[in-house]
């Protein structure tokens, strides 16, 4: 399917169960975010598979030999906020140095559209490779406004990870950013009237929050 170039699904037993957890409406909002966590960092080893490495050479116990590291690549992640603030700590766990913007913006409730209201970029970011966070990928709107935010900065490669992604998200995406690579746990089936998700996990903001 071309819809679905560049769209990494990790189907993980580990991811497909956890996200069990969250889908389940009786979760509440201390497992929701542990969870939320949890799946980061599972699909943050998914989508660092293409890090560059380089040779080393390490003196071990016996003997010295050429083994390959990480060639330092600079990374940055950016949460779109409020509900992509729930999967930063995961990500940090595999990638400690990474640095950490911040994109804030909400949907109107009526037309769908995002609305920005805070941004702070790390003073480098044009030099680093970006990780977009946001457990929800439904019309596209946020994800594809902080991308292009992102793009604005002259930074040259972006990712996007999502824990659910809807159809209609990815379609936007593909098309706008044909360039993105996208990092789901899931693709579900549709949005409904109100732009939700479906079957989804409601509002992944107020269940990481506790908020409503
Ligand atoms: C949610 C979610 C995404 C956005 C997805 O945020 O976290 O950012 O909706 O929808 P879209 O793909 O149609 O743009 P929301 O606007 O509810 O804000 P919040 O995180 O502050 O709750
Ligand atoms: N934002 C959410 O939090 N959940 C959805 O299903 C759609 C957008």
Known sequence: MEMMEKVHVVDHP???????ILRDERTGVKDFREVVSE???LMCYEAT????????????????????????????????LRAGLGMVDGIL????????????LYRDPETLEPVEYYCKMPTDISERDVIILDPMLATGGSASAAIQFIKNYDVKHIKLMNI???PEGIER???EHPDVEI?????DEKLNDHGY?????????????GTK
């Not at 998700?197 to 929050?209: K, M, T």
Request: a positive charge; glycine letters at 8%; proline letters at 6%.
């Open 14 to 20: 580990l991811v497909q169960h956890k996200l069990c």
């Open 39 to 41: 799946i980061a960092t």
């Open 49 to 80: 598979r293409d890090l560059p490495l380089e040779d080393i050479e390490i003196k071990t116990p016996i003997t010295t030999a050429t083994f390959k590291t990480l060639a330092g690549k600079k990374l940055a992640i950016v949460p779109i």
């Open 93 to 104: 766990t595999l990638i400690p140095s990474a640095k950490v913007g911040h994109i804030g």
């Open 164 to 166: 659910i992604a809807a």
């Open 173 to 175: 995406i593909r098309k």
């Open 183 to 187: 990092y789901c746990a899931a693709v």
């Open 197 to 209: 998700i479906v079957p989804g996990l409601g509002d992944a903001g107020d269940r990481i929050f």
